[in-house]
């Protein structure tokens, strides 16, 4: 039984990778569109569905992880948190390019950092003239 639940593990594994690249590849070259054989089409336009599609599978894949695991997935990412966050700011910054905004602001960025200047002083107090 446990050999089964590590295959179905596996290939929900590669089903969230591979979501992934036809998400990622949908946002660089704005879709895909296949023919195989000559009758079936493989297409995708939007990123909603490789995207949810993703998730889920990559967060069953996860859930039967830890079913198994001496180490919960939770207990791990400490560890590759760094690596998460760099990823993370890579993709808003590919995302970002890709869609024309290349403005890392907007009409709050002064308050948001106003604001944190008044914490890290201690003073959140700010005195009208």
Same mark, same amino acid.
């Given at each position: 039984m446990r050999n /089964? %639940? !590590?295959?179905?593990?596996t290939v929900l594994f590669v089903v969230a990778i591979g979501n992934l690249a036809v998400l990622v590849w949908d946002l660089v070259t704005d879709g895909?569109?296949?023919?195989?054989?000559?009758?079936?089409?493989?297409?995708s336009w939007d990123i909603r569905r490789p995207s949810g599609a993703a998730a889920i599978?990559?967060?069953?894949?996860? /859930? %039967? !992880?830890?079913r198994?695991?001496?180490t919960p997935t939770w207990?791990?990412?400490?560890?590759?948190s760094r690596w998460i966050a760099a990823?993370?700011?890579v993709t808003a910054t590919v995302v970002a390019v890709c869609f024309g905004n290349f403005v890392a602001g907007g009409a709050d960025s002064?308050?948001?950092?106003?604001e944190a200047h008044l914490w890290t002083t201690g003073r959140l107090e700010v005195r009208d003239a």
């Open positions: /089964w %639940l !590590r295959y179905l593990q895909i569109h296949i023919k195989v054989f000559g009758h079936v089409v493989f297409s599978c990559g967060a069953i894949a996860l /859930w %039967l !992880r830890d198994s695991a001496p207990a791990l990412l400490p560890r590759w990823a993370i700011a002064y308050g948001y950092i106003s």
